[in-house]
């Protein structure tokens, strides 16, 4: 069965400081990995995915996530923070043995400090 | 977010009411989707239509109908909903299987429901 774990449901960074923000995965086959962020009051946007290929993968404002197959783990990182990359971040998980959906994690806060 | 547009943004309703839903896509996607946002929860994934056919039923209650009349439209019914129904409900669309393993979904910016 596939399943993703945010482990950290509030990650607080100081503005300009770099950020992580975790998640591992479990899936059968091989891994297709997605973040999503959400703002207030607004839908998820995607930000990045990984399919194939080199493990880093740069996306959207800067972020850019480590895919890591022995730990299983696709972690979300930014070199530095800033104040507007406040919000709630999802990963995802799509198993390519299997069917075409997503499977979410809980969702990680994060919060940067001016 | 123009790209997908969920109509209303809010929306209250008696548990006897009948409401429904509205989402809409304008990237040329072949696969819809609804889910069920609520707090500290794992986005639930309600129903997923393809071509305009119902491909995934995720033991949703009946109190939920979902309608997908083309490939850019899609609705939600909703009849005497519960208060645990009260969440966010978003869409999304994406271009189906066609698009293999780099198949992406694109959200819409949500309905919030609360049932009195």
């Known amino acids: 069965a596939q399943s993703v774990a945010q482990p950290e449901d509030q990650v607080n960074v100081a503005e300009g400081n770099p950020l992580t923000v975790k998640c591992t995965y479990s899936?059968?086959?091989?891994?297709?990995l997605f973040w999503y962020v959400q703002y207030p009051n607004r839908g998820l946007q995607f930000l990045l995915k990984?399919?194939?290929?080199?493990?880093l993968v740069k996306g959207s404002y800067g972020f850019e996530a480590e895919f890591n197959k022995s730990q299983t783990s696709f972690h979300l990182k930014k070199p530095s923070a800033l104040v507007s990359d406040s919000a709630l971040y999802f990963c995802?998980?799509?198993?390519?043995?299997?069917?075409?959906?997503?499977?979410f994690g809980t969702g990680t806060r994060l919060t940067v400090i001016p | 977010e123009t790209g997908v547009t969920q109509t209303p943004r809010h929306l209250v309703m008696g548990m006897t009411n009948k409401k429904s839903l509205k989402c809409e896509q304008h990237?040329?996607?072949?696969?819809m989707y609804w889910y069920k946002q609520s707090a500290k929860k794992p986005l639930e994934l309600m129903f997923v239509?393809?071509?305009?056919?119902?491909?995934e039923n995720n033991s949703v209650p009946s109190r939920f109908s979902p309608e997908c009349p083309n490939s850019s439209h899609l609705f939600l019914h909703l009849h005497t909903l519960q208060p645990e129904d009260s969440a966010l409900y978003l869409c999304?669309?994406?271009?189906?299987?066609?698009?293999?393993?780099?198949?992406?979904?694109?959200f819409g910016p949500g309905t919030r429901l609360t049932v009195l």
């Open positions: 990237l040329g996607h072949n696969a």
């Open positions: 995802a998980v799509r198993d390519g043995a299997g069917a075409n959906n997503l499977f």
């Open positions: 899936v059968s086959g091989n891994p297709y």
């Open positions: 999304a669309s994406s271009q189906g299987s066609l698009a293999g393993a780099w198949d992406t979904q694109y």
């Open positions: 239509y393809n071509f305009k056919e119902q491909t």
């Open positions: 990984y399919i194939t290929g080199d493990n």
